[in-house]
């Protein structure tokens, strides 16, 4: 057993006895002990070996008799009581932000409430405001909570599985006699979270390849395991579904298990249409399959062109589709530059010059270094004296290096009442501006906006970055009203920032596309402060891809030379 899984069993020991209303003292004293086993550099169970359990600080006899009977029996007593007294899925409300023990308790036992579809149906019909100590706000936070939590423990960024199905896909064409193998899903429509991992297969030996599934080092838990389907639980929690298809569905299987639902139900319409059928093993007349071997041939037969996977989400693709109208999208290989990058100067671990070699190593000819501006103190931000050494120093790189140009950036912090935290003679000697939120996130929706809106009028303001400042899992967008800010850009002929963190791909597909539309320029920066962390660019570009992009309306698709024309003619 592990430290954790011992660890594990000590805080939820806690937390039932929390609920229940326990002595606090020995509520306490679990959570302490979970916390020192968490936290230590030798194994648990060597230690029990050895008999020096006792020797762990806060550990006394009582604890590590305690710890004794997990590392026996794989359990506590304690622990298994109190799971007959209360339902130990209230240790799953523990999980969603806003919620502690008292809360839970008071929930529990008023209405019994057992499930997290019940908590939320109850906060709906205002259940939860009318009791004692709780209230409208308080309810609100508890749906808020829900809403994170679903997106935390449902979905997985794309950013955390993506390589995980890659290493896949890698290690299934290296071990198992595979034909062809693709990743379908969610995934393959980029979309910023996902569920689960889907891939299809065809080969000629199904019974081995599935039997090298099973065995994959990634591999944790195997759900089901036969001949055309094996579900496995990989060790990060994730599920995957790896599926054997015939060579003559191939397509029609790639296009039905790539979804997205919505779409799948439009394209069965437009078959019906046509008198024909369409399911994962093809397009039917009748009995007789008439494509399905590829999806070129599977769209083509209802009349469509070739729909790339992002655009699968029935937000008016098929429609264009039918007009032969459908965007020309934006390809990685168009992407000329990072908008966004942190150095050693802020809060960034890498120096320009390993920047450098980061970005021809990528393919790249510029950079935009944005290091945080003076007030941000908590991310190293960049005192003015510094700036100039900066700009000094990237004029001495540029004159140097043939491949990669560096620009002169900073990221600007937007104060609480709008106005920037450079003074205008400073700004004026930057290349490229990119103004943030960093604080504040709690202001009303009326002062957010303004703030973004002030940016964004600033003569010496490029773009904005991260423009709703959602982080996936762990913080909703602030109150910020989208519609004003995209209209600010326009006026202004401003750029808005997709930043590439996966974790907050941010703005996201449908401002994306709102922009396109409205023709705002988009900047992708991945905001790496590691220079592994320039790899995000090709999520950035998923979420452009998204969103509609073409080439033209993305400004990492300029060279070097036309950032800095384009960059001269946005300040003034
Ligand atoms: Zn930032
Ligand atoms: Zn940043």
């Known amino acids: 057993m592990k430290n954790r899984e011992v660890a594990d069993i000590l805080r939820k020991t806690a937390q039932l006895l929390d609920i229940k209303g326990d002595n606090p003292y020995r509520i306490r004293a679990y959570e302490r002990a979970s916390q020192t086993i968490e936290s230590l550099t030798k194994d648990v169970e060597e230690l029990a070996r050895e008999g020096k359990l006792e020797t762990i600080p806060g550990i006394g006899a009582d604890l590590a008799n305690k710890i004794r009977e997990i590392l026996k029996t794989g359990t506590l007593s304690t622990f298994e009581e109190l799971k007959k007294e209360i339902p130990p899925v209230l240790l799953t409300f523990l999980e969603i932000p806003g919620l502690g023990p008292k809360k839970v308790k008071v929930i529990y036992e008023k209405y019994g409430i057992t499930s997290i579809e019940d908590l939320e149906k109850a906060c709906l019909q205002h259940k939860i405001a009318k009791l004692p100590g709780f209230g409208f706000k308080t309810e609100e936070n508890i749906l808020k909570g829900i809403r994170l939590f679903r997106e935390r423990t449902g979905r997985r960024p794309l950013g955390e599985v993506l390589p995980l199905a890659e290493e896949v896909v890698f290690l299934l064409r290296n071990r198992a006699p595979v034909i062809d193998i693709a990743i379908a899903g969610s995934i393959r429509r980029q979309k910023e979270t996902v569920k689960d991992i889907d891939i299809l297969i065809t080969t000629q030996q199904a019974e081995t390849t599935m039997k090298v599934v099973a065995e994959l080092p990634l591999v944790e838990e195997i759900i089901a395991l036969g001949d055309t389907k094996t579900s496995v639980r990989l060790r990060s929690g994730i599920q995957m579904d790896v599926r054997v298809v015939e060579p003559e569905a191939w397509g029609a299987a790639l296009a039905y298990f790539t979804g997205s639902k919505a779409h799948n139900i439009r394209i069965r319409e437009l078959a019906l249409e046509r008198g024909l059928k369409i399911n994962e093993y093809g397009v039917f007349r009748g009995e007789e399959r008439i494509a ?8 083509a037969v209802l009349g469509l062109p070739f729909i790339p996977p992002e655009l699968r989400e029935d937000r008016g693709e098929i429609e264009v589709a039918l007009q032969g109208k459908l965007p020309q999208l934006v390809n990685y290989e168009d992407i000329l530059g990072d908008g966004h990058v942190h150095s050693k100067y802020s809060d960034g671990s890498a120096s320009l010059e390993e920047i450098i070699l980061k970005a021809e190593a990528l393919g790249l000819s510029w950079v935009a270094i944005c290091d945080h501006s003076q007030g941000l103190k908590i991310a190293g931000g960049v005192p003015v004296e510094e700036l100039w050494k ?81 982080v996936l899992g762990e913080r909703e967008p602030y109150a910020v009203n989208m519609e004003e800010v995209l209209e600010a850009a326009k006026t202004y002929g401003k750029a808005l920032e997709i930043n590439a963190y996966y974790k907050r791909l941010d703005l996201n597909d449908i401002y994306v596309k709102a922009s396109v539309e409205k023709g705002i320029p988009l900047i992708i920066g991945t905001d790496a402060h590691h220079v592994d962390q320039m790899d995000f660019l090709k999520l950035g570009v998923g979420v452009a891809r998204r969103g509609w992009c073409e080439k033209k309306d993305l400004l990492n698709t300029l060279s070097y030379e036309k950032v800095i024309e384009w960059s001269k003619k946005h300040k003034s």
């Not at 399905?292 to 769209?299: K, L, S």
């Not at 450079?422 to 929706?445: C, M, N, R, S, W």
């Open 292 to 299: 399905g071997r590829t999806e070129e041939e599977v769209y």
């Open 390 to 470: 900066k700009k000094k120093r990237i004029e001495e790189l540029n004159n140097r290096s043939q491949k990669v140009k560096l620009i002169m950036g900073a990221e600007v912090d937007i104060l609480s009442d709008g106005t920037l935290d450079y003074p205008d003679e400073v700004l004026k000697e930057i290349d490229f501006v990119i103004a943030g939120i960093h604080t504040g996130f709690q202001q009303d929706e009326r002062q957010i906006t303004f703030r973004l809106v002030s940016a964004l009028k600033h003569p010496l303001v490029h773009a904005i970055a991260h423009p709703t400042g959602r």
